[in-house]
């Protein structure tokens, strides 16, 4: 075991500058950078590039010998691409999830990664901002369930060895205005420690070993200077020991906000607020041994920051063992397996009038139409730098092995829609399906739209389509949620396939001839126009609930949270609520019967709406849910505690609580029963 302190000891402050540098491996880091110790740790490193050779020479020609974190941005896989976060999150399936994280990490360990920047467990309202593509969906108790669940995967020991998980971005960064990716934030303490918080201390609580924070700001300063965020929640309130890492030149970003006039003053501010590591600013590596020269009493800090990172390397075991092996075959029929797995229960079936769907006649002609007809690059989706397009199964290539009279037929965005020629295609069809939505670069950093229109000429196309009076099923492929009420009066089924990853044509198929029966239900709420943005289900009670509403339209969405179809349904009944004798449990019971002849994975939710609070609470919350089979004809009693301590602080839980608890398919219906709670006791008020 190393001596850490000892370590320390025999650094020279720019050793220790050098273990607070993380360089860009392609654009910023040169080998002697490695060898004269003056970086501690890369991202970006290229498939071609051999990690090992670049640990050896950390540890064998360094003077410290200290090993390298090699850190990637693995958000939704390594070279195996699975569904992008938001449509993976729709399968509200924490296991697969965890499993998933875990396999990709094999597979990206087996390349040498031994930090990864995730989980992202922003939380957004705005379906504008491209970044929405990373999240688990706008509530704050789901996403943190899922957050637990990612930095399990993440962390599961591999070859005697930890990799870090970087929960990310510390904090609010969903919340930037007109949904401009790093715009202003502006949001009360009262959000910030009810929407934003949870889930980093979900992730933290989970043991996660590092944190990255935001480029945003909180209040009067930007994080990179937030003496709040970093000391008195992080560290303070929290306790949280391991290592924050900024966002990318975020450090040397205080220039712009205003509160540093240069590098020098930058530098200070990060180094004496708490941040640990500098990500590709270089300004601690060029201006932080000035800083110490000028401010020893700020080799302390620095010292601080050393020691946390010595110890997250002893922690991850790479002190003792640098190197990586595979562990996995990259791209093995095992993870395309659990790929196809993920992307099965995250497709949404969003509206299927009068059964059109599945389609059980393989040998019926139906036409294939749209701009991802055979389109690979689409179902990469964005974060999915180490995926390759080729590796992708194109809607094409799924339905052709089983639908063999399928006509396709390729209409590009920029494309005029030639009515006669589809027209005579659709002639003598029985079916349209038709491919529509965002390539995958209208979604992801920076990749923000003013619009949540279908793009392109795809309107155009399906009112053409629309004429011809055969069904339309949509696949709709996005990054996020889109406005489509015209496409949901024109499609008698709509599909949302978001970005699926490798196995997508594959999945489709699948769901498309019923071999898998949708269960796949929304986290974020679909609006019906842009204008109702900010739409949320979760909304704080107000004064006038009734008057809420539009002159030109009501405040319904689209599809609300927590939404979604099977082939078949589901019926509720028998809802108990129920006092368990151990802790602050409530367990509410019901009673499921799947009445079809499918197979039926019911997404079973549990909302709470608190009356007569302290503070502002929101109409309701999500307080538990649990994904079931139930098989064909059968029924099945679910039975759900809802730990109401994650809920209530001490204090409201010693009075008596008034609860309206509502089970169901989705955060609109559902049976609900209002009960009153005080010291262990549950007294039934009501039912409906
Ligand atoms: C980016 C992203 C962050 C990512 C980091 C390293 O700017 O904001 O999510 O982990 O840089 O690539």
Known sequence: MV????????????????????????????????????????????????????????????????????????????????????????????????RNTHFAKLEAYSHGI???????????????????????????????????????G?????????????????????????????????????????????????????????????????????IASSRFLFEEILRKEWGFEGVLISDWAQIEQLIPHGVAKDKYEASLKALSLGIDIDLASKVYLEFLEKVIEDNPDLEEKLDSAVLRVLKL??????????????????????????????????????????GVLPLTNTEEKILVIGPYVDDKDVHLGAWAFKGNPKTCISVKEGLEKTFKKAVFYEVKPNDSINYDKIKELSLDVSKIIVTLGEPRDYSGENHNRQFLDLPFNQNELVDALATFNKPIIALVFSGRPLAITDLNKKAASILWCWHLGVEAGNSITSVLTGEVNPSAKLTQTFPKTLGQVPIYYNRYQTGRPELLSYVDGNLEPLYPFGFGLHYGNIKYSQMEVKYSADILQL?????LENESNYPIYEIVQVYLSSKYNQKLRPVKELCGFKKEMIEPGCQKTVEISLALEEHFEDTELMNELTLEIMAGPNSQEGLKQTVQVKGGQVWLISKS
Not at 14 to 37: C, H, P, S, V, W
Not at 63 to 73: A, F, R, S, Y
Not at 115 to 143: K, N, Q
Not at 319 to 348: C, H, Q, S, W
Request: hydrophobic share 40%.
């Open 3 to 98: 001596d850490l302190l000892a370590l320390l000891k025999k650094m020279t402050v720019k050793q220790k500058i050098g273990q607070l540098t993380l360089l860009d491996f392609k654009n910023q880091a040169r080998l002697e950078d490695i060898k004269e110790g003056r970086v501690g740790a890369l991202l970006n490193i290229g498939l071609d590039q051999d990690t090992n050779e670049l640990q050896r020479i950390s540890m064998e020609e360094s003077e410290l010998k200290i090993p390298l974190l090699i850190g990637d941005d693995v958000i939704h896989g390594f070279q195996t691409i699975y569904p992008i976060p938001i449509a993976e999150s729709c399968s509200w399936n924490l296991d697969l999830i965890e």
């Open 114 to 152: 031994n930090l990864i920047f995730a989980p992202m467990v922003d939380i957004t309202h705005d379906p504008r901002w491209g970044r929405i593509m990373e999240t688990c969906g706008e509530d704050p108790y789901l996403t943190s369930q899922m957050a637990k669940a990612k930095v399990r």
């Open 154 to 222: 993440i962390q599961k020991a591999v070859d005697g060895k930890i990799v870090a998980s970087c929960p990310k971005h510390f904090t609010g960064y969903g919340a930037v205005e007109a949904g401009l990716d790093y715009n202003t934030t502006d949001y009360s303490i009262h959000r910030l420690k009810n929407l934003y918080l949870p889930p980093f201390k979900s992730a933290l609580d989970s043991g996660a070993l590092t944190i990255m924070s935001a480029f945003t700001t909180f209040n009067d300063q930007p």
């Open 313 to 354: 390397k002893a922690k991850m075991g790479l002190f003792d063992n640098p190197y990586t092996k595979k562990v996995i075959k990259p791209l093995g029929a095992d993870l395309r397996k659990m790929a196809k797995e993920a992307a099965d229960e995250a497709i949404v079936l969003l509206k299927n009038d009068s």
């Open 587 to 591: 367990v509410v019971k019901v009673l």
